[in-house]
């Protein structure tokens, strides 16, 4: 059974940093191209990055210019490292995997992703 699991999110000031990890199990993240996203309340889910299988190809939706995606594929997870978090970074975080094209492309969009994750809360408040 294809699973995702999130973790690393929390609550953190503005300025600072976290990093929020995609475990996989029952299938190789490496095959796949990998995506986060984040939803905030009364928003809709948007694009975060991606990530492309072996290659490491990456893409971030605007304004991301402070996240970096990457990947281990040792351990069979994706990360997320968030700097100089904002207030408006706040949101539930999920990592989703695209088995069907693997690709990772502008725009980050949510119908290519086939397999999600539960999500991890990020809240961004002094």
């Known amino acids: 059974q294809l699973q995702l699991v999130e973790s690393g999110g929390g609550l953190v000031q503005p300025g600072g940093s976290l990093r929020l990890s995609c475990a996989a199990s029952g299938f190789t993240l490496d095959y796949y191209a990998i995506g986060w996203f984040r939803q905030a309340p009364g928003k809709e889910r948007e694009g975060v990055a991606c990530?492309?299988?072996?290659?490491?190809?990456t893409n971030y939706s605007d304004s991301m210019g402070h996240f970096t995606i990457s990947r281990d594929n040792a351990k069979n997870t994706v990360y997320l490292q968030m700097n100089n978090l904002k207030p408006e970074d706040t949101a539930l975080y999920y990592c989703?995997?695209?088995?069907?094209?693997?690709?990772?492309?502008?725009?980050?969009?949510?119908?290519?992703?086939?397999?999600w994750g539960q999500g991890t809360q990020v809240t961004v408040s002094s």
């Open positions: 989703a995997a695209n088995t069907m094209r693997s690709v990772c492309i502008i725009p980050i969009a949510r119908h290519e992703y086939d397999y």
């Open positions: 990530i492309r299988y072996s290659r490491s190809n």
